[in-house]
C-alpha cells in the first residue's frame, strides 16, 4: 500500500478543508528526489518526558538544521521547536528531541505532531486521540503508526515492531 501524497494534494485538501490539522491521521509526505523525506517515526506523550523521534527514511543524508516540529497548537507562544543549526540525520538514521531537555510543550491525549521544513513546508504530521497503552511507533521504520509496548528512542523500532 503506498501511503506518500503528492505535496500538492494535500496543499489542494489545505485549501479545500481548513488544513491536515482538521483530520486526526498519518501523513507522509514525499514529492520527488528533491524533496528529502524525514518522518515522524515514534511519538511518547505519555509518561513523561514526552519525546518524538524523527527518521531519514532516504539513502543520503539529510540536512535539518532550522526544520521545526509543533503539536496541536503552533500558535501558542513556545509550541514551536526548532532543530539546532548543522542537525544532520544520517541515512537511515534517527534523531529524537525529549519534552522539558529539548522542547518546552508537552504532548496531551489529544494532541498532534507536525514537521516543517526549512520553506514552511509540512513534511508529516500525526494525531491522536489518546495516549497510547505503550508508544506510538511506525512498523516498521517510515511505516504505519501502531500502538507498541516499549519505547525505542533514537533508533530503529524493528525491535519493537510485532
Ligand atoms: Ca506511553
Ligand atoms: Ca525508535
Known sequence: ????????VLLAAILCCGGPRTALADFVFADGFESPLVVINE??????PDFVEF????????????WTFTDADP???????TFASGTIIPAG???VYYETTDFTFGLGATDEVHLYDTTGRQRD???????AA??????PDAGAFRDVPTPTAGSSNASACP
Open 1 to 8: 500500500m503506498n501511503r506518500a501524497v503528492d505535496s500538492r
Open 43 to 48: 511519538v511518547e506523550s505519555n509518561p513523561s
Open 55 to 66: 527518521h531519514n527514511a532516504t539513502a543520503d543524508w539529510i540536512d535539518v538544521s532550522g
Open 75 to 81: 500558535v501558542t507562544p513556545g509550541h514551536v521547536y
Open 93 to 95: 538514521g534517527f534523531v
Open 125 to 131: 504530521a500525526f494525531g491522536w486521540t489518546a495516549h
Open 134 to 139: 505503550g508508544v506510538f511507533a511506525r512498523c
